[in-house]
């Protein structure tokens, strides 16, 4: 579904971020993406993403070329995507269903279609409630939430999400955990990077380990936070 060969990424007026990558993702996985500040991370996610292009190097989404698309075909690509950051992203002049309908809205999905969407989604992550609410009255878990759902309200098969429990305390990170494992168990493919998905994996999931830019390790993990709990929280949210 998603295979690097041999990528390298630099920035004008920079070093290479990434260094001659290789790895291959399939559908339906859930990977995450570790190293210091610097290593790459959030640049990998970006030529997944497909909003940065490789320097040189071969980057295959769903067996489609990215260096080799057409600009007006990027947008069309970009919608297996859901993007999910760290600082949110929110339009804090705008409520959490303006928030949540605003990826509809560009992709021509309208009136109850739309509004049906936006509720399922909001439902997703426990806000529904506080559909009419202004994002900065909602606490960091919660803005994570917004985000969450406004990544999913179309759809995508795949959701990518930047340091989304950075900023939060271990009780809203294990929130913010269950609904990306709740995806993922539908068929989501998750690709999250983080400083310590060790910390955060209850089953298996593929380690992906950037170094200096360097993909210097792929494996799997067991560690330590509860999958029955995770599944618990979702269903009751």
Known sequence: MIKFDQVTKRY???????????????????????????AGKSTLLKLIAATE???????????????????????????????????HKLLYD?????????PLR???????????????ALDKVGLLHKEKAMPITLSGGEQQRLAIAR????????????????????S?????????????QVGVTVIMATHDALGMSATQNRVL???QGQLTQSKSSITGINQTAFNSDVSTS
């Open 53 to 87: 292009r490789p320097t040189s190097g071969t980057v295959l989404i769903a067996n489609q070329n990215v260096s080799q698309l057409k600009a007006s075909a990027i947008p069309f690509l970009r919608r297996r995507f859901g993007l999910i950051f760290q600082d």
């Open 209 to 211: 380990h950037l170094d």
């Open 12 to 38: 004008p007026g920079s070093d290479e971020i990434l260094k001659n990558v290789s790895l291959h993702i399939e559908a339906g996985e859930f990977v995450f993406v570790t190293g210091h500040s610097g």
């Open 94 to 102: 705008r409520n959490c269903f303006e928030n949540v309908i605003l």
């Open 106 to 120: 560009i992709n021509g999905v309208s009136g109850n279609e739309a509004a049906k969407r936006v509720r399922a």
């Open 172 to 184: 809203y990170a294990a929130d913010i955990m269950a609904i990306f494992y709740a995806f993922n």
């Open 151 to 170: 990544a999913v309200v179309s759809r995508p098969s795949i959701l990518i999400a930047d340091e989304p429990t950075g900023n939060l305390d271990a």
